[in-house]
């Protein structure tokens, strides 16, 4: 690791310990994850707290999350509903959504997340046709080709004020080639531009470096 890469870690370190502290909830389901042989791909501390913060700053209390994983997201997430919130939270693997339900059962949570099991596509559109209420955020951090797929769904599902967010957009700068034969890269650039040219959404995007390394997301609101 380069020294400025060390450098991003220690920051990350100082305001975790400043402004989060101590976190065994997730410190447990970090731990189940890498021994059930996860890929490390969960939001980081500060991250996570990011996703916390915006669910109480808009009143969230129906979130839609693509790519569950072992359930570090949606913990943050939940943890930050009122008691009657929700997340609803699509994952392809069965064992990767099988060892969530445990994580998020053990946390505490499991009462406030529903996960639903199967191509996220497929899920997406079977909430649609069922009509439920409109989601109030909405968190895509799945297979990065489907990208502009979710996105269409996600201003199908998402009510007027409500937030999309697109994790992992800026691939350490990989965004810049528009070249590129990686099918993630080029998922992520359609789904970016689209956002720019998307009427209905007011988007904006954050770089992010620490211990995840050099990454950001998109933020968009779904104008009324």
Known sequence: MTTEGQDWVSVDAYFVDALVG???LRARIRKANTAAGLPPHDVSPLQGR???LLVKAIGARRILEIGTLGGVSASWMAEALPPEGRVISLEASPDYAALARRNLDQAGLGDRVEICVGPALDTLARLAREGGPAFDLVF???DKPNN?????????LTRPGGLIIGDNVVRSGAVLDANSDDDRVRGVRTFTETLGREPRLFSTALQTVGEKG???????VVEP
Request: aromatic share 16%; hydrophobic share 50%; net charge negative.
């Open 214 to 220: 050099w990454d950001g997301m998109t933020l968009s």
């Open 50 to 52: 990011f996703l916390s």
């Open 148 to 156: 502009p797929a979710y996105l269409d769904w996600a201003l199908k």
């Open 140 to 142: 895509i951090d799945a």
């Open 22 to 24: 101590t976190d065994p």
